[in-house]
């Protein structure tokens, strides 16, 4: 070998040859090349061999890298996948990240979904984003449960509530939507109505029944999650005997929702 890379929290060394990195991926060879100059210009400065400190990545997920430069195919684990394709769109590899997407795919999980939600919205991977989004529409209430569900960004949530067809009733979509915003609100060190103010205008609150609405205002005083003319258009589509006010997708049934008795005046199809 002759470049030597000293990788993760754990310093550990990998060894690599120049050619291969030069010529299998141009980020490498800007990195490669800058710093052979720079070591002409400059006795005294890191030599073309190296090392290069790479701190920010695992030796895993690195290593899988090389693996993909060297033979063309890559050794994934569901540990590593998401990182790898991480790894694989900073560098510009764009055959690494078609396997990365196809074996998180092949390999999704509950725990693992909106993880890889999150990140197929980063990058703009819109086969993994629609993959995702079914996968969380068939198992909605464990899928709200999990951690990755309470790290989504208020933008791919408010993508999520969009969704007709997630497999939950409203209340539980709502108090999923509460827990979600009280963990964001305590990391971004920011108010819960500030946080949650995108997702929120997706729940289907006329979907709820009146005694649901009064438990949903008794809980709202205490953290104001829904604007209070949110909850009142609820109430007046109960009052009115249809969606009055409320845009037509916020009364429409999910997939999940459980029927109430006052659905067949929101819906304008109904006999």
Known sequence: SDVTFVVGREKQKVFAHRCVLACRCQAFQGMLSQELVSSEDSPGSIPPQG?????????????????????????????????????????????????????????????????????????????????????????????VRTRGFHELS??????????????????????????????????LERPVPEVAALPVRELRLPLL?????????????????????NIAAAWRSHALRKGSGVPSRLCRARSGTRPRDHHRHLDPHAK
């Open 209 to 229: 029944s009146p005694s649901e609405l009064v438990t949903l205002e008794s809980h709202n005083q205490k953290d104001l999650l829904i604007p209070v003319e």
């Open 154 to 187: 208020d933008v791919v949530l408010a993508r999520v509530l969009r969704s007709d067809r997630l497999a939950i009733d409203e209340p539980d979509l709502v108090q999923a939507v509460r827990e979600w915003a009280h963990v964001s609100s305590a990391v």
């Open 51 to 143: 090392p290069f400190i790479l701190g920010n990545v695992q030796p895993e997920v690195f290593l899988a890298v090389i693996e993909f430069l060297y033979t063309n195919s890559v050794t994934l684990n569901s540990h590593i996948a998401l990182e790898v394709l991480t790894s694989s769109v900073e560098y510009g590899l764009q055959d690494l990240c078609k396997l990365c997407v196809k074996f998180i795919k092949d390999t999704l999980s509950v725990e693992q979904v909106c993880e890889a939600l999150q990140a197929a919205v980063t990058y703009g991977q819109a086969d993994l984003q629609q993959h995702c989004l079914a996968f969380i529409e068939g198992c909605t209430t464990a899928v």
